[in-house]
Protein backbone atom coordinates (compact mmCIF):
# COMPACT_ATOMS: atom_id res chain seq x y z
CA UNK A 1 0.00 0.00 0.00
CA UNK A 2 1.29 3.31 -0.79
CA UNK A 3 0.26 6.85 0.61
CA UNK A 4 1.09 10.30 0.33
CA UNK A 5 2.60 11.91 3.21
CA UNK A 6 3.06 16.41 2.61
CA UNK A 7 5.42 18.73 3.82
CA UNK A 8 4.39 22.12 4.73
CA UNK A 9 7.31 24.65 5.00
CA UNK A 10 6.54 28.79 4.77
CA UNK A 11 9.28 31.07 3.34
CA UNK A 12 9.84 34.33 3.85
CA UNK A 13 13.26 35.74 2.65
CA UNK A 14 15.42 32.65 2.79
CA UNK A 15 17.11 32.74 -0.09
CA UNK A 16 20.76 31.86 0.47
CA UNK A 17 19.55 28.38 2.22
CA UNK A 18 16.74 27.13 1.47
CA UNK A 19 17.04 25.02 -1.87
CA UNK A 20 19.84 23.37 0.18
CA UNK A 21 17.44 23.11 3.07
CA UNK A 22 14.45 21.54 1.35
CA UNK A 23 16.93 19.05 0.27
CA UNK A 24 17.53 18.20 3.17
CA UNK A 25 14.25 18.03 4.90
CA UNK A 26 13.31 15.89 1.61
CA UNK A 27 16.35 13.48 2.60
CA UNK A 28 15.65 13.19 5.88
CA UNK A 29 11.79 12.66 5.33
CA UNK A 30 13.09 9.52 3.26
CA UNK A 31 10.34 7.28 1.95
CA UNK A 32 10.22 3.90 1.36
CA UNK A 33 6.67 2.59 1.48
CA UNK A 34 5.10 6.35 0.70
CA UNK A 35 5.33 9.25 -1.86
CA UNK A 36 6.62 12.75 -0.57
CA UNK A 37 5.04 15.78 -1.72
CA UNK A 38 6.88 19.49 -0.53
CA UNK A 39 4.67 22.45 -0.87
CA UNK A 40 7.07 25.84 -0.11
CA UNK A 41 4.90 28.69 0.65
CA UNK A 42 6.77 31.52 -0.57
CA UNK A 43 5.21 33.92 1.88
CA UNK A 44 5.75 37.32 -0.69
CA UNK A 45 9.34 37.17 0.01
CA UNK A 46 11.77 40.14 -1.55
CA UNK A 47 14.52 38.11 -2.15
CA UNK A 48 15.27 35.67 -4.61
CA UNK A 49 13.15 32.75 -2.85
CA UNK A 50 10.59 31.94 -4.82
CA UNK A 51 12.81 31.70 -7.60
CA UNK A 52 15.38 29.25 -5.51
CA UNK A 53 12.38 27.03 -4.73
CA UNK A 54 11.09 27.28 -8.58
CA UNK A 55 14.34 26.07 -9.61
CA UNK A 56 14.48 23.17 -7.04
CA UNK A 57 11.15 22.25 -8.02
CA UNK A 58 12.48 21.92 -11.80
CA UNK A 59 15.05 19.59 -10.54
CA UNK A 60 12.48 17.46 -7.65
CA UNK A 61 9.18 16.64 -8.82
CA UNK A 62 8.43 16.12 -5.27
CA UNK A 63 8.81 19.86 -4.49
CA UNK A 64 5.53 22.49 -5.26
CA UNK A 65 5.82 26.11 -4.99
CA UNK A 66 3.22 28.10 -3.97
CA UNK A 67 3.47 31.89 -4.05
CA UNK A 68 1.38 34.11 -1.81
CA UNK A 69 0.59 37.57 -3.82
CA UNK A 70 2.70 39.51 -0.94
CA UNK A 71 3.86 38.90 2.87
CA UNK A 72 0.59 37.31 4.42
CA UNK A 73 2.37 36.43 7.82
CA UNK A 74 3.72 32.85 8.81
CA UNK A 75 0.10 31.89 10.18
CA UNK A 76 -1.63 32.76 6.21
CA UNK A 77 1.49 31.06 4.77
CA UNK A 78 1.32 28.23 6.78
CA UNK A 79 -3.20 27.95 6.18
CA UNK A 80 -2.13 27.92 2.22
CA UNK A 81 0.13 25.22 2.85
CA UNK A 82 -2.13 23.02 4.45
CA UNK A 83 -5.33 23.68 2.31
CA UNK A 84 -3.09 22.83 -0.62
CA UNK A 85 -1.63 19.62 0.46
CA UNK A 86 -2.80 16.28 -0.56
CA UNK A 87 -1.33 13.49 1.82
CA UNK A 88 -2.66 11.05 4.39
CA UNK A 89 -0.68 12.85 6.99
CA UNK A 90 0.79 16.74 7.10
CA UNK A 91 4.12 17.92 8.75
CA UNK A 92 4.71 21.92 8.96
CA UNK A 93 8.14 22.73 9.97
CA UNK A 94 10.15 25.77 9.28
CA UNK A 95 12.01 26.35 6.19
CA UNK A 96 15.70 27.07 8.43
CA UNK A 97 15.98 24.22 9.42
CA UNK A 98 14.81 25.50 13.38
CA UNK A 99 12.31 22.17 13.29
CA UNK A 100 14.90 19.78 12.86
CA UNK A 101 13.86 17.19 10.42
CA UNK A 102 15.70 14.19 11.38
CA UNK A 103 12.88 14.27 13.94
CA UNK A 104 10.23 13.45 11.02
CA UNK A 105 10.72 9.31 10.55
CA UNK A 106 9.86 9.28 14.10
CA UNK A 107 7.51 11.45 14.21
CA UNK A 108 5.83 9.24 11.13
CA UNK A 109 6.13 6.11 13.21
CA UNK A 110 3.72 7.28 15.89
CA UNK A 111 1.20 8.58 13.39
CA UNK A 112 1.53 5.13 11.77
CA UNK A 113 0.66 3.82 15.27
CA UNK A 114 -2.35 5.27 15.05
CA UNK A 115 -2.45 8.95 17.10
CA UNK A 116 -3.74 11.95 14.83
CA UNK A 117 -1.21 14.79 16.27
CA UNK A 118 2.68 14.45 16.73
CA UNK A 119 3.75 17.61 18.23
CA UNK A 120 7.31 18.93 18.53
CA UNK A 121 8.14 20.14 22.08
CA UNK A 122 10.81 22.82 22.25
CA UNK A 123 13.03 21.07 25.53
CA UNK A 124 15.73 24.10 25.52
CA UNK A 125 14.67 27.39 23.23
CA UNK A 126 18.14 27.60 22.14
CA UNK A 127 20.50 30.79 22.77
CA UNK A 128 17.65 33.42 23.06
CA UNK A 129 17.76 36.50 25.11
CA UNK A 130 16.65 35.50 28.99
CA UNK A 131 13.98 38.76 28.66
CA UNK A 132 12.59 37.13 25.24
CA UNK A 133 12.07 33.62 27.61
CA UNK A 134 10.30 35.23 30.39
CA UNK A 135 7.62 37.52 28.15
CA UNK A 136 6.87 34.20 26.17
CA UNK A 137 6.69 32.21 29.56
CA UNK A 138 4.47 35.13 30.72
CA UNK A 139 2.31 34.70 27.54
CA UNK A 140 1.93 31.08 28.50
CA UNK A 141 1.03 31.94 31.75
CA UNK A 142 -2.07 34.26 30.79
CA UNK A 143 -2.76 31.98 27.97
CA UNK A 144 -2.87 28.89 30.33
CA UNK A 145 -4.79 30.60 33.32
CA UNK A 146 -7.36 32.51 30.90
CA UNK A 147 -7.60 31.17 27.62
CA UNK A 148 -7.55 27.30 29.38
CA UNK A 149 -4.20 26.36 26.94
CA UNK A 150 -0.85 25.14 28.27
CA UNK A 151 1.24 25.61 25.35
CA UNK A 152 4.59 26.05 27.08
CA UNK A 153 7.45 24.45 24.72
CA UNK A 154 4.55 23.89 22.12
CA UNK A 155 5.95 25.03 18.45
CA UNK A 156 4.29 24.52 14.97
CA UNK A 157 6.27 21.99 14.32
CA UNK A 158 3.41 19.62 14.43
CA UNK A 159 2.58 16.17 11.73
CA UNK A 160 -1.44 16.48 11.37
CA UNK A 161 -3.50 13.25 10.10
CA UNK A 162 -5.63 14.07 7.25
CA UNK A 163 -8.35 14.26 9.32
CA UNK A 164 -7.04 16.96 11.88
CA UNK A 165 -5.89 18.96 8.54
CA UNK A 166 -9.76 19.08 7.61
CA UNK A 167 -10.99 20.36 10.84
CA UNK A 168 -8.34 22.76 10.55
CA UNK A 169 -9.32 24.04 7.25
CA UNK A 170 -13.04 23.66 8.24
CA UNK A 171 -12.75 26.43 10.80
CA UNK A 172 -14.15 29.85 9.30
CA UNK A 173 -11.11 32.04 11.48
CA UNK A 174 -8.88 34.23 9.59
CA UNK A 175 -7.11 35.24 11.90
CA UNK A 176 -5.30 31.93 13.23
CA UNK A 177 -3.22 30.87 15.88
CA UNK A 178 -2.04 27.47 14.07
CA UNK A 179 -0.66 25.81 17.67
CA UNK A 180 -3.23 26.76 19.67
CA UNK A 181 -6.08 26.13 17.63
CA UNK A 182 -4.29 22.46 17.24
CA UNK A 183 -4.15 22.06 20.70
CA UNK A 184 -7.56 23.53 21.55
CA UNK A 185 -9.37 20.68 19.34
CA UNK A 186 -7.09 18.07 21.47
CA UNK A 187 -6.92 14.91 19.16
CA UNK A 188 -4.78 12.52 20.22
CA UNK A 189 -1.51 13.35 20.25
CA UNK A 190 2.35 12.71 21.09
CA UNK A 191 4.79 14.91 21.91
CA UNK A 192 8.38 14.69 20.87
CA UNK A 193 11.18 17.23 22.44
CA UNK A 194 13.75 18.56 21.08
CA UNK A 195 16.17 21.07 20.91
CA UNK A 196 16.09 24.19 18.44
CA UNK A 197 19.23 24.35 17.16
CA UNK A 198 20.41 27.78 15.40
CA UNK A 199 19.34 28.79 11.95
CA UNK A 200 20.80 27.09 9.29
CA UNK A 201 22.94 30.10 7.45
CA UNK A 202 22.94 32.55 9.88
CA UNK A 203 20.21 35.18 9.36
CA UNK A 204 18.27 36.63 12.03
CA UNK A 205 15.15 35.46 12.76
CA UNK A 206 12.24 37.63 10.94
CA UNK A 207 9.96 38.56 14.31
CA UNK A 208 10.90 41.65 15.43
CA UNK A 209 9.93 42.21 19.17
CA UNK A 210 7.30 44.59 18.51
CA UNK A 211 5.92 41.62 16.11
CA UNK A 212 5.93 39.15 18.31
CA UNK A 213 4.34 41.75 21.38
CA UNK A 214 1.67 42.07 19.12
CA UNK A 215 1.09 38.55 18.01
CA UNK A 216 1.25 37.61 21.48
CA UNK A 217 -2.10 40.05 22.55
CA UNK A 218 -3.53 38.84 19.30
CA UNK A 219 -3.52 35.09 20.60
CA UNK A 220 -4.52 35.92 23.83
CA UNK A 221 -7.56 37.33 23.19
CA UNK A 222 -8.11 34.90 20.50
CA UNK A 223 -8.63 32.32 23.20
CA UNK A 224 -9.82 34.38 26.09
CA UNK A 225 -12.34 36.70 26.61
CA UNK A 226 -11.04 37.53 30.13
CA UNK A 227 -9.78 41.13 29.55
CA UNK A 228 -13.23 42.34 28.49
CA UNK A 229 -14.58 40.81 31.83
CA UNK A 230 -11.66 42.98 33.17
CA UNK A 231 -13.35 46.07 32.13
CA UNK A 232 -16.79 45.22 34.27
CA UNK A 233 -14.06 44.31 37.62
CA UNK A 234 -12.55 47.75 37.03
CA UNK A 235 -16.23 49.20 36.27
CA UNK A 236 -17.17 48.41 39.66
CA UNK A 237 -13.79 48.93 41.61
CA UNK A 238 -14.20 52.57 40.33
CA UNK A 239 -17.62 52.60 41.15
CA UNK A 240 -17.03 51.52 44.60
CA UNK A 241 -14.04 53.88 45.11
CA UNK A 242 -16.26 57.23 44.00
CA UNK A 243 -18.96 55.68 46.25
CA UNK A 244 -16.82 56.07 48.98
CA UNK A 245 -15.23 59.30 48.48
CA UNK A 246 -18.73 60.64 47.05
CA UNK A 247 -20.28 59.50 50.82
CA UNK A 248 -16.96 61.00 52.54
CA UNK A 249 -18.09 64.53 50.91
CA UNK A 250 -21.44 64.53 51.35
CA UNK A 251 -20.78 63.86 55.43
CA UNK A 252 -18.06 66.66 54.97
CA UNK A 253 -20.78 69.39 53.46
CA UNK A 254 -23.76 68.36 55.94
CA UNK A 255 -21.35 68.61 59.06
CA UNK A 256 -20.57 72.21 57.80
CA UNK A 257 -17.13 71.18 56.96
CA UNK A 258 -16.20 72.52 53.42
CA UNK A 259 -14.55 70.64 50.79
CA UNK A 260 -11.07 71.48 51.19
CA UNK A 261 -8.51 69.09 48.88
CA UNK A 262 -8.25 69.17 45.28
CA UNK A 263 -6.47 66.26 46.01
CA UNK A 264 -9.69 64.03 45.94
CA UNK A 265 -10.77 65.72 42.61
CA UNK A 266 -7.56 65.37 41.26
CA UNK A 267 -7.55 61.32 41.88
CA UNK A 268 -11.03 60.87 40.87
CA UNK A 269 -10.46 62.36 36.98
CA UNK A 270 -7.08 60.32 36.64
CA UNK A 271 -8.41 56.94 38.19
CA UNK A 272 -12.24 57.12 36.41
CA UNK A 273 -10.08 58.43 33.09
CA UNK A 274 -7.36 55.84 33.27
CA UNK A 275 -10.21 53.25 34.03
CA UNK A 276 -12.16 54.87 30.48
CA UNK A 277 -9.52 54.50 28.48
CA UNK A 278 -8.10 51.15 28.97
CA UNK A 279 -11.53 49.89 29.03
CA UNK A 280 -12.24 51.44 25.53
CA UNK A 281 -9.11 50.11 24.30
CA UNK A 282 -10.05 46.87 24.83
CA UNK A 283 -13.12 46.64 23.87
CA UNK A 284 -11.77 48.41 20.78
CA UNK A 285 -9.48 45.64 20.45
CA UNK A 286 -12.12 43.24 20.89
CA UNK A 287 -14.16 45.33 18.12
CA UNK A 288 -11.46 45.53 15.92
CA UNK A 289 -11.21 41.89 15.77
CA UNK A 290 -14.92 41.37 15.22
CA UNK A 291 -14.71 43.81 12.52
CA UNK A 292 -12.00 41.74 11.03
CA UNK A 293 -13.60 38.54 11.08
CA UNK A 294 -17.24 39.74 9.63
CA UNK A 295 -15.40 41.18 6.82
CA UNK A 296 -14.64 37.40 5.99
CA UNK A 297 -11.07 38.79 3.37
CA UNK A 298 -9.41 35.62 2.97
CA UNK A 299 -6.25 35.64 5.12
CA UNK A 300 -3.74 34.98 2.23
CA UNK A 301 -4.04 34.87 -1.53
CA UNK A 302 -2.07 32.74 -3.91
CA UNK A 303 -0.13 34.72 -6.99
CA UNK A 304 -1.40 33.15 -10.14
CA UNK A 305 0.73 31.19 -12.63
CA UNK A 306 0.61 33.84 -15.75
CA UNK A 307 0.03 31.96 -19.06
CA UNK A 308 -0.05 33.87 -21.85
CA UNK A 309 -3.71 34.24 -23.78
CA UNK A 310 -3.57 31.69 -26.76
N1 LIG B 1 8.07 33.02 7.92
C1 LIG B 1 7.02 33.25 7.03
N2 LIG B 1 6.44 34.49 7.02
C2 LIG B 1 6.83 35.51 7.85
C3 LIG B 1 7.88 35.25 8.77
C4 LIG B 1 8.47 33.99 8.78
O1 LIG B 1 6.64 32.37 6.26
O2 LIG B 1 6.25 36.59 7.76
C5 LIG B 1 8.73 31.68 7.93
C6 LIG B 1 10.25 31.69 7.88
O3 LIG B 1 10.73 31.69 6.55
C7 LIG B 1 10.61 30.41 8.61
C8 LIG B 1 9.48 30.28 9.63
O4 LIG B 1 8.40 31.07 9.16
O5 LIG B 1 10.57 29.28 7.76
C9 LIG B 1 9.92 30.73 11.03
O6 LIG B 1 10.40 32.05 10.95
P1 LIG B 1 11.66 32.56 11.76
O7 LIG B 1 12.77 31.59 11.63
O8 LIG B 1 11.92 33.96 11.31
O9 LIG B 1 11.07 32.61 13.22
P2 LIG B 1 11.60 31.93 14.59
O10 LIG B 1 12.48 30.77 14.22
O11 LIG B 1 12.29 33.00 15.30
O12 LIG B 1 10.34 31.50 15.26
MG1 LIG C 1 13.58 30.23 12.76
Known amino acids: MSFLISLVVPVYNEAPIIAANLATILAAAGADDYALELIAVDDGSQDESAAEISRAADADARIRLIRLTRNF ?27 PPQLIAQMLAIWRSGVCVVEGIKSDRGHEALHHGLLARGFYGLLRRFGGLDLAGHSDFKLLDRVVVDAYLAFPEKQRFFRGMISWAAYPSAQIPFVVPERAGGGASHWSKLKLFAYAI ?60 LSLGIIGHYLARLYDEVKGRPSYLIQPERKPPT
Open 73 to 99: GKEAALHAGLAQAQGAAVIVLDGDLQH
Open 218 to 277: SNLTSFSSAPLRLVTYLGAATLLFGLVIGANSLLQKFEGRAISGFTTVNLLIIIIGGAIL
